[in-house]
């Protein structure tokens, strides 16, 4: 993922309503939910979720396929696995980050 990416996947997330959405399809999984679905899911008006649903659309990071008359709309689960994957890319000096990695890092004077 490039850092041009990263930063629109970051900025599209930092707005409470547009973590919502993500958050709530992250849920849904790949089948996704349909704009009104996600409306009464997270309890806002539907003229108002589309401006939100454009905004992670053009940051990458849900998906729109037309079922019939409706728009279905799903996380992108490669787009989010690659802004956390680059996150977290160096994470302990490139070593795993995991329980066992942490007590190591706390022992011997922290992570870089």
């Known amino acids: 993922m490039t850092p041009k ?3 629109a996947a970051l900025g ?3 707005q409470e309503t547009r973590l919502s959405v993500f958050r ?3 849920q849904a999984g ?3 939910l349909s704009a009104s679905q996600i409306a009464e899911g997270i309890g806002i008006a539907p003229s108002l979720l589309s ?3 454009k905004e992670l659309l053009h940051a990458g990071l849900v998906t729109q396929e037309r079922e019939g008359r ?3 709309y799903a996380a992108d689960f490669d787009a989010m696995n690659g802004l956390l994957g680059y996150l977290t890319e160096n994470c302990c000096g ?3 980050c ?3 990695s942490k007590v190591a890092c706390a022992t011997e004077g922290g992570c870089t």
Do not use: E
């Open 5 to 7: 990416a990263v930063v």
């Open 12 to 14: 599209a997330l930092a």
């Open 24 to 26: 709530l399809l992250v």
């Open 30 to 32: 790949r089948a996704g």
């Open 51 to 53: 401006f939100h649903l």
């Open 70 to 72: 409706s728009l279905i």
């Open 94 to 96: 490139g070593n795993p």
């Open 98 to 100: 995991s329980p066992d």
